[in-house]
T-cell receptor, first 116, second 114 residues
Framework: NAGVMQNPRHLVRRRGQEARLRCSPM?????VYWYRQLPEEGLKFMVY????????ESGMPKERFSAEFPKEGPSILRIQQVVRGDSAAYFC??????????????FGPGTRLTVT | RKEVEQDPGPFNVPEGATVAFNCTYS??????FFWYRQDCRKEPKLLMS???SGNEDGRFTAQLNRASQYISLLIRDSKLSDSATYLC???????????????FGSGTRLQVQP
């Protein structure tokens, strides 16, 4: 049973370029979350998606960042016109669809974005 | 005030020691509670969920005090492999957005020494 998969694991972009980060949830999971971890800081929530639907994007910066989770294929986090401050580890997590309040989330290995 | 607060440590303990981490959360509507472990430059891994009645998994015991909004993790008989950052995590489900994202503390670093 494959875990959450993310690619690429490392991504280097020059300032002004676009970064695309991909996440495939665990099999049977229909909820995807993106988190960002800046160096020496804790994880911060960015966006929560289900298939073809953004449920909560309250943690997303207002500009340059977008996310999608299409009916087919992985979830994509897109950062346009990257700046040095975007350098961070971006983690994707998934959880199963089920009732109750205990929403355990399982994390992928992350994508480390470096903006030069 | 941070939503989830933890002592950053580091806690330096010898092998075999018992060590306890504490965490407080600010939102009384928080509904689910977890401890995650994160090794350097790796993803967080779920260590255990935390239940009101307290729960134990091998050498690890977690406690929740809703009245005080306080969560704890006890590690007995520490191993070198327990060295990591331990993240206190709460989940708040809002009725308007149905948000189920996790809120992470900044973590407590544990270093177990031989």
């Amino acid at each position: 049973n494959a875990g959450v998969m993310q690619n690429p694991r490392h991504l280097v972009r020059r300032r002004g370029q676009e970064a695309r980060l991909r996440c495939s949830p665990m099999k049977g999971h229909s909820h995807v979350y993106w988190y960002r971890q800046l160096p020496e800081e804790g994880l911060k929530f960015m966006v929560y998606l289900q298939k073809e639907n953004i449920i909560d994007e309250s943690g997303m910066p207002k500009e340059r960042f977008s996310a999608e989770f299409p009916k087919e294929g992985p979830s994509i986090l897109r950062i346009q016109q990257v700046v040095r401050g975007d350098s961070a580890a971006y983690f994707c997590a998934s959880s199963p669809r089920r009732g109750g309040y205990s929403y355990e989330q399982y994390f992928g290995p992350g994508t480390r974005l470096t903006v030069t | 005030r941070k939503e989830v607060e933890q002592d950053p440590g580091p806690f330096n303990v010898p092998e075999g020691a018992t060590v306890a981490f504490n965490c407080t959360y600010s939102n009384s509507a928080s509904q689910s509670f977890f401890w995650y472990r994160q090794d350097c430059r790796k993803e967080p891994k779920l260590l255990m969920s935390v239940y009101s009645s307290g729960n134990e998994d091998g050498r690890f015991t977690a406690q929740l005090n809703r009245a005080s909004q306080y969560i704890s993790l006890l590690i007995r008989d520490s191993k070198l492999s327990d060295s990591a950052t331990y993240l206190c995590v709460v989940n708040l489900r809002t009725l308007d957005t149905g948000r189920r994202a996790l809120t992470f503390g900044s973590g407590t670093r544990l270093q177990v020494q031989p």
